[in-house]
């Protein structure tokens, strides 16, 4: 199964431990190597996707939603758009999220 990371495009700079400037964007707790991502993505509807497979979308545009790897502009049933995270999560009875 593909990983769907969810980017947060904040560019930071940071300094590594050879005091050499990096470019990194802040994923949750986690720090993304702009330098391994693509825009030039194979996908119409993705804006970041690995260099090495531009197949392999990581963060969709604004008004697609990330569904199985891939970026949709609307998600499939029992699914609901998450306009922030730019993907589809599960709609359930104990969601608080509400489709209206």
Do not use: H
Not at 53 to 72: A, D, L, P, R, V
Not at 75 to 97: G, H, M, W
């Amino acid at each position: 199964m593909e990983s769907n990371i969810q980017i947060n495009l904040r560019t930071n700079n940071f300094n590594n431990y050879n005091n050499q400037p990096t470019n990194f964007v802040k994923y949750n707790t986690n720090l993304v190597d702009m330098s391994k991502l693509s825009s030039q993505c194979a996908e119409i509807g993705c804006e970041w996707c690995d260099k090495a497979n531009t197949k392999n979308c990581k963060q969709c545009k604004y008004g697609f939603f990330m569904y199985i790897g891939k970026c949709y502009t609307i998600c499939p049933k029992e699914y609901v758009a998450d306009i922030f995270q730019r993907s589809c999560i599960v709609l359930d009875n104990t969601s608080n999220i509400s489709p209206f």
